[in-house]
């Protein structure tokens, strides 16, 4: 039997974020999709045991789970100072940079480690991370130069960001993500309860970020009070402060009453369905992505998109959604309001955006991300 040996770790981070749903999807799908004669287990970093029963319990199939002697904190310090004796060997696929990064031979003991960058956030935007973030980052794609057999990246714009700030030759291999399995509306008879319960307007405009300046919902909300901007309120799905800063302020310097743009964060997957269908369109205005998820979402639910020219997401977009340049950052906000503003005023335009969306929106599956990667390895 052969087995890929998954890091899933970050499916029990304090904050799992983005790449612990990636995480938890891929390996579900990879389960799903294992070859004959092949199986998945998981790997982790010493956790309390309720932890690990949640791995097991979102994970059916996962045929064993690899607890390591550090915790998390301690065991991301050792895997980047390479101490990872206590990986053993084999197959080896990290959903993230947290991995057993060592020097190894795939022809004597088949060993082979996989990694995942999902931006370059680090060098691009080390504002947006902390400092030890930053420096932890930059650290273990250094040893991933010298050990990786193999880095995935979620879009082709990573990957040409990556190859101008490290060489890593023919390693790279693109595999986007997709969207979460749990996204989808409930039934419409417990729709409208929902609704009242997160207090809908009957129209809105809905976004995904926070008021971290390289996300645009500054640049967002200071579009809604502009001359001739929508008339609609704005749902932020998202925290409502980041650092000092809290959307309140922001709306005020905007010039918009109170109330007329609102933060939504902690939403199921249901009600996150159910935000992101009802608006009337999706607005995803960051300067800087590895890869354009909430676009995808959006597609996925038939709503109309608009969006920065973002490289990762004009790549993940194709031409179903309507492109705001971002250069000249004074005339951003100009032009965000005035793509709304069309999309909202034009019914053929609208109607349009929103079938090329849920038509692009099926190029994305966590299967074929998963086929994608057993391929990886067998070609390892």
């Known amino acids: 039997m052969i087995t890929l040996r998954v890091v899933v770790d970050q499916m029990v981070a304090p904050v799992p974020g983005g790449v612990g749903r990636y995480t938890e999807e891929l390996t579900r799908a990879l389960i799903a999709t294992a070859p004959a004669g092949c199986e998945v287990e998981g790997i982790v970093s010493s956790s309390p045991p309720d932890q690990y029963e949640a791995i097991d319990a979102a994970l059916p199939g996962l045929v064993s789970l690899t607890k390591t002697t550090l915790a998390r904190r301690e065991l991301a ?4 100072l390479g101490v990872t004796a206590s990986t053993g060997t084999g197959m080896i696929h990290a959903p993230s940079l ?17 990694l995942t960058i999902h931006d370059v956030l680090a060098w691009t935007h080390p504002e947006s991370l ?54 989808m509306l409930p039934t419409d008879s417990l729709v409208s309860g929902r609704v009242a319960a997160l207090g809908l307007p009957e129209e809105y405009i809905a976004a995904t970020g926070t008021l971290d300046p390289r ?29 000092e800063l809290n959307i309140a302020s922001v709306a005020e310097e905007a010039g918009l009453e109170p109330g007329r743009v609102r933060a939504m964060s902690g939403l199921s997957d249901e009600d996150l369905a159910i935000v992101i269908a009802r608006a009337s369109v999706f607005a995803y205005p960051s300067l800087e992505e590895g890869f354009a998820l909430p676009i995808i979402e959006a597609f996925h639910l038939g709503t109309p998109v608009v969006h920065s020219d973002a490289p990762a997401l004009v790549e993940a977009a194709g031409d179903a959604g309507v492109v705001v340049e971002r250069a000249d950052a004074d005339g951003y906000s100009e032009r965000l309001a005035a793509a709304l503003s069309r999309v909202l005023g034009d019914t053929e335009l609208n109607q349009r955006l929103r079938i090329f969306g849920s038509d692009r929106s099926r190029a994305f599956s966590w299967r074929d991300s998963a086929e994608r990667v057993w391929q990886l390895h067998a070609d390892l």
């Open 77 to 80: 310090v050792a895997w980047s």
């Open 98 to 114: 947290l991995a057993p990064l060592r020097r190894h031979d795939r022809q004597s003991d088949g060993t082979q480690i996989a």
């Open 130 to 183: 902390t400092p030890t973030t930053v420096g932890w980052t930059k650290a273990m794609v250094k040893r991933a130069r010298k050990h990786a057999d193999a880095v995935v990246v979620p879009s082709h714009a990573v990957a040409q960001q990556l190859a101008e700030i490290m060489d890593f030759g023919d390693r790279i291999r693109v595999i986007g993500g997709a969207v979460g399995s749990g996204l």
């Open 215 to 243: 996300k645009g919902i500054t640049a967002l909300i200071t579009a809604m009070g502009l001359p001739g901007a929508p008339d609609l309120p704005l749902i932020v799905i998202g925290p409502d402060t980041w650092g």
